[in-house]
């Protein structure tokens, strides 16, 4: 069974950090380009970082400098370290492959407030 599991997720006074995980059932997490994605209520889904397998990273304009996106490919599982978070960060967190056989996880929640 191929599926993915977001977690790490939690409520966070802006400026404060979190760590998000996504760990994958199978391999074609360590083989292909992962990325994490982002939907807040009312908006589209948005690519938040993606990462090759071999480490070029990538980021959205709102993402630079704040966050990195790291892999472990022996563990089929993906990063996201958030910094500096604001409330705009508030949404659910995604990650996919670009298999196109990748599910999407169930998500994991980031509440950026004081």
């Known amino acids: 069974q191929v599926q993915l599991v977001e977690s790490g997720g939690g409520l966070v006074q802006p400026g404060g950090s979190l760590r998000l995980s996504c760990a994958g059932s199978?391999?074609?997490?360590?083989?292909?380009?992962m990325g994490w994605y982002r939907q807040a209520p009312g908006k589209e889904r948005e690519l938040v970082a993606s990462?090759?397998?071999?480490?070029?990273?990538n980021y959205a304009d709102s993402a630079k400098g704040r966050f990195t996106i790291s892999r472990d490919n022996a563990k089929n599982t993906v990063y996201l370290q958030m910094n500096s978070l604001k409330p705009e960060d508030t949404a659910v967190y995604y990650c996919k492959s670009s298999w196109y056989g990748s599910p999407w996880g169930q998500g994991t929640q980031v509440t950026v407030s004081s």
């Open positions: 990462i090759t397998r071999d480490g070029r990273t």
């Open positions: 199978g391999n074609f997490v360590s083989i292909y380009t």
